[in-house]
């Protein structure tokens, strides 16, 4: 359960087909969107959605299996489209319908390093760029 | 001609800007029709270093998520790994945490005020309004032992005290401030130039400043009255304020809102002293945080939330934080369309940027 | 040559750069300019434009997207040069060298001439570490009048 710094917020459980529908409720409710969270295990992601009207906010859960598609709530609220591409970004989440997209390079540039799963986070540049080489070579043989 | 048009790299090394970012301007003539965003020049990647840190060493990289509200990142942390772990902080230490703040909000403020001066021209100004903030920043020198980077805040209270007499020095100090921003305000609000370039311009309506997740200043300068200390973290629950509302939307009704706010902001501090009980400054931490928490505060440019997640090890499994100029951005980019090529800088200002804080 | 020469190191203008620093070290360059603590004293203009300068000062850490700015800006500077890397992060990485996306060290791209420590560090030491600065400036002016002589 997530709090903030009064009480709980109101979750509602959903699905990814769903997402969209539900988004497109709260906002019809007038509330705005604050934020996206992503926690990720071991072959899923749980994304979080934070929602708020006044003081209060509004939770929608849901879990993807890693690989899939997710729909964009950007088209509903614009400001998701920066969360939703730094997930893009640091997860290797794909969102579908996002209206700009980064293509995953809203932080990393082009030629360089990719961000390293989070059980290898904490590692510095030179590392990663040794993972990365590795993983490409794994590529080339697998 | 009608159809010509040039696309100009603002950034990301600016004069104006003392931050890397870039906007890629589409230009028609003289107005901007697009403006597209490249940020990423100083992503560092922090938030995973909750792997290799524990929570009580994080705080200090919090802390430096960004330099200007350094005070409100650390305790916005404490603040959720205190829910976390249902840890009730002493009266004394939410009073310090509200002082400090503030100090941090004023200094923030002024900053901003002389960047927007120099962003102007109006060299003398700037000098003038830092020179002000100088005498902030002496305080926090005083309080803290340390100029920007304060590091008075740990899970479970504070790790300083502040003496009477200083207390009482802090008292002084907002009055001499209060005198010399008057001053100030006057020549500002009132001055023709700055009149011409800041009103009717960058507006935001108020439903599209909601429905944008626009925060703090920008947010209230558009009638929106939403200000996340009134959900009373820390001390904001035993002190009297309001918060400061403009609705025009505009330009000037930014620079307005950061003006009163700053009188405000002195207010608080003044009330803070003659309100703050005597007794512990900070509580023993047994145990690792556990758990899901979201904790919303305001800082100088806005609301920041904190999404943390404990295992029950002493690292957490993720923090995230959501800055308020990763909110402003999307609004700052509604803005842009329409006005002219000389007015980018200003309204980039108007929403008082902080990209350090955006990228983490 | 020589006039010219010795008049760029009486009075030096800095460009200021900043590769991901937390701003902390930002504002504190910035406040070096401002009264109290006044660098125009020394004769140092703070300006815009790279092609101007003769000091680079350097705040922040470095990442894979700044380091071909920094790089930039360092080769628009016209010789000779100094670079002075301010903070922690700008010396080593500071807290952040165990991040992902940071390169530890200004020093890993662009030569630099002077470190000044501190997190932030502050405008005393920051103005210590140009008039450190202008010594080695100085220095480098004369070798290139040497040159110029020699030739
Ligand atoms: S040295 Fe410290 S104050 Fe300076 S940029 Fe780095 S973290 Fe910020």
Known sequence: ?142 | MGDRRTVIPFGPQHPVLPEPIQLKLVLEDEKVVEALPQIGYIHRGLERLVKVRDFNQMVFVAERICGICSFQHAMSYCLSIERLMNIEVPERADYLRVIWSELHRVHSHLLWLGLMADAFGFEAMFMETWKIREAVVDMMEATAGSRVIISTCQVGGVRRDIAPELLQQIVKLADDVQRRVKAIEHSVLNDYTIKKRTVDKGVISKEQAWKLGAAGPVLRASGVKWDARMIGYAGYKYLNFEPVVETAGDCYARTKVRFREMFVALDLLRQAVAKIPAGEINVKVKGNPEGEAFIQVEQPRGEVTYTVKGNGTKNLEKMHVRTPTFANIPAFLTMLPGCELADVPVLALTIDPCISCTER | ?151
């Open chain 3, 1 to 151: 040559m020589g006039l010219i020469n010795n008049s760029r190191a009486k009075s030096p203008w800095v460009v200021h750069f900043d590769c991901g620093s937390c701003n902390g070290c930002d504002i504190e360059v910035l406040a070096c300019l401002t009264p109290l603590y006044d660098i125009e004293r020394f004769g140092i203009l703070n300006i815009g434009n790279p092609k101007h300068a003769d000091v680079l000062l350097v705040t922040g850490t470095v990442n894979p997207r700044n380091e071909r700015v920094l790089r930039n800006v360092y080769e628009q500077i016209p010789e000779p040069k100094v670079v002075v890397a301010i903070g922690a992060c700008a010396c080593t990485g500071g807290v952040f060298a165990d991040c992902y996306n940071v390169i530890q060290g200004v020093d890993k791209i662009i030569p630099v001439d002077v470190y000044v420590p501190g997190c932030a560090a502050r405008p005393e030491a920051i103005i210590d570490g140009v008039v450190l600065g202008l010594q080695k400036f100085q220095e480098k002016v004369e070798k290139m009048n040497k040159k110029a002589v020699g030739n």
């Open chain 1, 1 to 142: 359960m997530l709090h903030n710094q009064t009480k709980e917020t109101n979750e509602v459980q959903t699905t990814a087909d769903k997402l969209f529908a539900e988004t497109q409720k709260l906002a019809d409710n007038g509330y705005r969107f604050i934020i996206a969270d992503v926690f990720e295990a071991e072959d899923n992601f749980e994304l979080i959605y934070q929602f708020g009207k006044d003081y209060d906010a509004t939770t929608l859960r849901l879990t993807v299996p890693k690989g899939a598609e997710i729909p964009s709530i950007s088209p509903i609220f614009f400001n998701a489209l920066l969360i939703e591409n730094e997930n893009q970004d640091l997860y290797g989440l794909k969102y579908k319908g996002l209206v700009v997209d980064f293509g995953g390079r809203l932080y990393m540039s082009q030629d360089e390093v990719e961000a390293p799963p989070q059980s290898m986070a904490g590692m510095n540049v030179s590392l990663v760029k040794k993972w990365n080489k590795k993983a490409d070579t794994a590529k080339k043989e697998g």
